[in-house]
Protein backbone atom coordinates (compact mmCIF):
# COMPACT_ATOMS: atom_id res chain seq x y z
CA UNK A 1 0.00 0.00 0.00
CA UNK A 2 0.81 3.27 -1.07
CA UNK A 3 -0.33 6.16 1.77
CA UNK A 4 -0.64 9.35 0.59
CA UNK A 5 2.31 11.00 1.92
CA UNK A 6 3.81 8.59 -0.33
CA UNK A 7 5.61 5.91 1.98
CA UNK A 8 4.64 2.21 1.49
CA UNK A 9 3.35 0.41 3.96
CA UNK A 10 2.98 -3.43 4.65
CA UNK A 11 0.82 -3.79 6.93
CA UNK A 12 0.76 -7.47 9.40
CA UNK A 13 -2.22 -9.44 9.14
CA UNK A 14 -4.49 -8.69 12.19
CA UNK A 15 -4.19 -12.10 13.09
CA UNK A 16 -0.23 -11.88 13.66
CA UNK A 17 -0.65 -8.80 16.47
CA UNK A 18 -0.79 -9.78 20.05
CA UNK A 19 -4.25 -10.94 20.91
CA UNK A 20 -5.03 -7.68 23.19
CA UNK A 21 -4.77 -5.13 20.16
CA UNK A 22 -6.64 -7.52 18.01
CA UNK A 23 -10.39 -6.39 18.82
CA UNK A 24 -9.00 -2.53 18.17
CA UNK A 25 -7.62 -2.83 15.10
CA UNK A 26 -10.08 -4.82 13.91
CA UNK A 27 -12.40 -1.76 14.82
CA UNK A 28 -10.06 0.31 12.64
CA UNK A 29 -10.81 -1.29 9.79
CA UNK A 30 -14.72 -0.80 10.09
CA UNK A 31 -16.68 1.10 7.62
CA UNK A 32 -18.93 3.31 9.93
CA UNK A 33 -16.50 6.07 11.56
CA UNK A 34 -17.50 6.26 14.94
CA UNK A 35 -16.40 2.61 15.10
CA UNK A 36 -12.97 3.36 13.53
CA UNK A 37 -12.48 6.30 15.83
CA UNK A 38 -13.40 4.28 19.35
CA UNK A 39 -10.58 1.55 17.95
CA UNK A 40 -7.90 4.26 17.95
CA UNK A 41 -9.48 5.74 21.20
CA UNK A 42 -8.77 2.37 22.48
CA UNK A 43 -5.23 1.42 21.39
CA UNK A 44 -4.59 5.27 22.78
CA UNK A 45 -5.94 4.08 26.33
CA UNK A 46 -3.26 0.93 26.25
CA UNK A 47 -0.53 3.07 25.93
CA UNK A 48 3.06 1.51 25.08
CA UNK A 49 1.31 -2.08 24.76
CA UNK A 50 -0.52 -0.98 21.44
CA UNK A 51 3.01 -0.48 20.06
CA UNK A 52 2.29 -3.24 17.46
CA UNK A 53 -0.98 -1.65 16.05
CA UNK A 54 1.05 1.73 14.83
CA UNK A 55 0.97 0.66 11.53
CA UNK A 56 -2.49 0.65 11.55
CA UNK A 57 -2.66 4.05 13.28
CA UNK A 58 -0.56 5.67 11.12
CA UNK A 59 -2.66 4.37 8.20
CA UNK A 60 -6.16 5.82 9.80
CA UNK A 61 -3.76 8.93 10.15
CA UNK A 62 -4.86 9.35 6.16
CA UNK A 63 -8.49 8.28 7.19
CA UNK A 64 -11.31 10.18 5.77
CA UNK A 65 -13.08 11.29 8.36
CA UNK A 66 -11.52 13.67 10.76
CA UNK A 67 -12.53 12.72 14.14
CA UNK A 68 -10.12 9.01 13.10
CA UNK A 69 -7.56 11.54 12.39
CA UNK A 70 -7.40 13.45 15.60
CA UNK A 71 -8.15 9.81 17.68
CA UNK A 72 -5.34 7.60 15.37
CA UNK A 73 -2.37 10.70 16.58
CA UNK A 74 -3.49 10.60 19.91
CA UNK A 75 -3.10 7.14 20.41
CA UNK A 76 -0.12 7.17 18.57
CA UNK A 77 1.55 10.13 20.91
CA UNK A 78 0.43 7.96 23.96
CA UNK A 79 2.37 4.71 22.38
CA UNK A 80 4.90 7.03 22.63
CA UNK A 81 8.85 6.62 21.48
CA UNK A 82 7.97 3.53 20.24
CA UNK A 83 5.84 4.50 17.63
CA UNK A 84 8.69 6.31 15.77
CA UNK A 85 7.62 4.79 12.56
CA UNK A 86 4.87 6.61 12.42
CA UNK A 87 6.67 10.05 12.28
CA UNK A 88 6.65 10.72 8.46
CA UNK A 89 2.98 10.10 8.55
CA UNK A 90 2.54 12.83 11.67
CA UNK A 91 4.93 14.75 10.15
CA UNK A 92 2.70 14.48 6.69
CA UNK A 93 -0.28 15.16 8.97
CA UNK A 94 0.67 18.72 10.58
CA UNK A 95 1.80 19.90 7.11
CA UNK A 96 -1.35 18.83 4.67
CA UNK A 97 -4.60 18.11 6.96
CA UNK A 98 -7.15 20.29 6.63
CA UNK A 99 -8.44 20.67 9.41
CA UNK A 100 -6.89 22.51 12.63
CA UNK A 101 -7.71 19.82 15.38
CA UNK A 102 -6.19 16.88 13.30
CA UNK A 103 -2.73 18.66 12.80
CA UNK A 104 -2.24 19.87 16.61
CA UNK A 105 -3.44 16.27 17.65
CA UNK A 106 -0.35 15.45 15.23
CA UNK A 107 1.78 18.30 16.37
CA UNK A 108 1.31 16.78 20.46
CA UNK A 109 1.83 13.19 19.01
CA UNK A 110 5.24 14.08 17.64
CA UNK A 111 6.48 15.49 20.51
CA UNK A 112 5.80 12.61 22.67
CA UNK A 113 7.08 10.18 20.39
CA UNK A 114 10.59 12.61 20.21
CA UNK A 115 10.28 13.36 23.73
Known sequence: MVTSC??????????????HVQPAVQRLQHEDYNVRMAGARELGSMGMSAADAVPFLAE????????????????????????????????????????????ESAKQALKKIRG
Open 60 to 103: ALHDKAAKVRVWAALALGEIGPSAKEAVPDLEWAVENNEWRDCR
Open 6 to 19: GAKRDLPSIESLPP
